[in-house]
């Protein structure tokens, strides 16, 4: 890979963008922004390149965060709500971020999460399912699953919602577990459970969903692979630097003109160098950093700014507010205790040595098999209707009603709060319709402590904020702030209530299904409410939000085209512009926002 600058000498002084981070989106924009040959642009990357059979490996979809030095790990602040518990606040760090250690789902959200994007800048606005649905196809190439695999498991799929040009994968595997037809039937024994045409189709209800995985070869397929590999080393104008850390942006009155980096093991800023941008410096350091490199270049609340001595570029209040993530181990867990028909995915996960090694040997020969699954490739997105018929009005007509400022942090700046009043109201509406998920279960093929619930669309808001006397080598201070709205909590009430439904009222039952947790004594909410306290993890790494895209006098910080707000010169391209969450996992989004930040950012060139 010649172009992997080998020594910082190397560096140009100047190039037309300077990209800030080579991850998920930052590798998709540069390989956009060089295809053309016109541009030059550099890669500024913390991480290094990896290729470990611990980032390849799809087997369970786990192995990317088995090995630490993929990713960066360290403490949220103790969360008061879940009995002053840290979270290990975790994310990819190597060339193609967190594609690289991601649980390989590829999920897309629904029509209504993109349309509320957009509705924030008015009814022009081309942040919508329709203006995101050309970029989802550029974003993906799709595989259908097998014909066996469509007929035994009754999979739909329709290719009009993807591509099939981009080098980034989105594929099936060879096999599956029989178990998971069942579940999928239970699931729809639920009233109000549909089952649309294909994952991409923007709605809700239960359905199968691709992984990102190169069928080819089966290994992961992610944003080094599908916009770096054999692409920079061939493109003169294309040049990389990994294992430096960028400190902050560089301005000349209100125009950025570049970024400072040091090594990424640096813990002064002694060494520092320069590198200018001609153009435009592009951040995309991900939900967690771009904020810090944000408030340490002077763009931020202003009194975080002064009590961390930095010179304020802009006062923007809305830098590393806004922070959301999805809540997990939340809900409830069964075995189906009388379950057996094997194998399922527990004979990997409690390990039936025999299996495991029929399973490897059948993957060594021929790439096929239970090692072709990834995390899963089925479950149910749904509307808080289905979960919660008799309560959801009341819950979305009450969390309508909140005094906004009233669950952020004290002294929150009145246009971060008019934000919150603005997603309140998209919100609510969202708690009330059939097109929006708010309840995820995801289908591990397991029969003890069967699957996983995720809350997609958390009330609650927390920050991510530079540590005042230390900005630049200080981790960022994370505060989840999890469940500071109440409102979380009487929706996860319903999740349990409902989970337990899912097990006792549909063909579930034939299994003698047992609670394990929360166990069928907790009934109260004060009892479900003190078990959740101390289970529930409020991030499944879909951390978003800290540089939203919305209007200015709601908080935002970038605007429609991604600018950052008060300077020149300076685009955020990351999951951090994403202003909620869509109701599913991110990296399908992230990956087709940053396909249409590479063209907004053509437009202008
Ligand atoms: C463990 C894990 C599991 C996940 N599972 C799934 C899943 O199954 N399905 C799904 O849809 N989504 C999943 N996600 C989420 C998805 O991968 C992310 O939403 C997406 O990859 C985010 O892309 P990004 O470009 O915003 O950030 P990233 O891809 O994280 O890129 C940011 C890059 O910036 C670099 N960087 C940071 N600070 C600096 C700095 N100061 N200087 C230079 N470089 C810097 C980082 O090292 C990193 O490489 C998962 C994420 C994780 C971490």
């Known amino acids: 890979y010649p172009n992997i600058l080998q020594r910082t000498e190397d560096l140009k002084t100047e190039y037309d963008y300077v990209i800030v981070g080579g991850g998920t989106s930052g590798l998709t924009v540069a390989d956009r922004l060089t295809e053309n040959g016109r541009y030059s642009v550099l890669v500024l990357e ?27 790990n360290f403490s949220s602040v103790p969360q008061p709500l879940l009995n002053g518990r840290t979270v290990s606040v975790i994310g990819g760090q190597m060339l193609g971020g967190s594609s690289g250690v991601n649980g390989f789902q590829v999920l897309r959200g629904q029509k209504e999460d993109y349309d509320r994007w957009g509705q924030y800048f008015g009814p ?30 009754n999979i739909k799929y329709d290719t009009k919602f ?51 995985v190169d069928p080819s070869v089966v290994l992961r397929s992610f944003a080094r692979t599908g916009h770096w590999d054999g692409i920079e080393s061939s493109r003169s104008n294309y040049h990389t630097l990994t294992g430096q850390k960028v400190l902050k942006v560089l301005f000349q009155g209100k125009k950025a003109t570049g970024v400072s980096f040091v090594a990424a093991d640096a813990t002064s800023q002694a060494g520092a160098r320069t590198v200018k941008a001609k153009k435009e410096v592009i951040i995309a350091a991900g939900t967690l950093h771009t904020p810090q490199i944000l408030q340490a270049s002077g763009i931020g ?20 507010a806004n922070f959301q993530d999805q809540p997990f181990n939340i809900g409830a867990f069964f075995n189906l205790t009388t379950w057996n028909i094997h194998p399922d995915a527990d004979d990997l996960w409690l390990n039936n040595e025999t299996f495991i090694a029929e399973a490897q040997a059948e993957f060594d020969a021929n790439r096929t098999g239970p090692n072709t699954i990834a995390s899963g490739n089925s479950g149910a997105w749904l509307p808080l209707n289905v979960v919660s018929p008799t309560k959801f009005r009341d819950i979305a007509a009450r969390y309508e009603a909140q005094n906004p400022a009233s669950y952020l942090p004290a002294g929150t700046d009145k246009t971060v709060i008019a934000g919150y009043q603005a997603q309140k109201k998209a919100k609510a509406k969202a708690l009330k319709s059939s097109g929006s998920a708010i309840y995820n ?6 029969a003890q402590r069967n699957g ?26 994370v505060d989840y702030r999890a469940l500071t709205n109440p ?10 209530h409902f989970t337990r439904k899912v097990f006792t ?17 907790v009934k109260t909410p004060a009892q479900i409410t003190a078990w959740l306290k101390g289970m529930l993890i409020p991030s499944c790494f879909h951390p978003i939000g800290t540089a939203a895209m919305l209007p200015r006098n709601l908080g935002g910080v970038v605007n429609e085209k991604l600018l950052v707000y008060g300077v020149i010169g300076l685009s955020v391209v990351d999951a951090s512009i994403m202003p909620d969450l869509p109701g599913s996992y991110t990296q399908q989004t992230t990956y087709a926002v940053a396909e249409k930040a590479a063209d907004i950012i053509k437009a202008r060139a």
């Open 452 to 477: 996983a619930i995720v809350f997609l669309h958390p009330t609650s808001r927390g920050t991510v904020l530079i540590n005042p006397s230390d900005p630049y080598f200080s981790a960022p201070i």
């Open 46 to 72: 913390r991480g290094i390149f990896r290729n470990s059979t611990f980032v390849t490996t799809v087997n369970r979809g786990f192995f990317g965060i088995l090995d630490p030095a993929n990713f960066f």
């Open 441 to 446: 279960f995801f289908f591990t093929g397991r």
């Open 162 to 212: 993807w591509g099939s040009t981009s080098k980034i994968h989105a594929s099936f595997p060879t096999f599956s577990w029989p178990i998971l037809k069942t579940q999928m039937e239970a699931i729809g024994d639920i009233p109000g459970v549909k089952f649309p045409s294909d994952s991409g189709s923007g709605e809700t209800g239960a359905y199968w969903h691709p992984s990102s």
């Open 487 to 496: 409102i979380d909590l009487e929706i996860l009430i319903e999740f349990t």
């Open 505 to 521: 009222e549909t063909r579930f039952k034939h299994y003698n299904p047992v609670e394990l947790e929360p166990g069928a004594d």
């Open 301 to 320: 609340p202003k009194d975080l700014l002064r009590q961390a001595n930095i010179n304020v570029v802009v006062d923007l209040p809305g830098v590393g």
């Open 124 to 153: 022009k606005s081309d942040w919508s399912w329709n203006g995101l649905l050309p970029y989802f196809n550029k974003a993906w190439n799709f595989h259908p699953p097998s014909r066996d695999l469509q007929q035994h498991f």
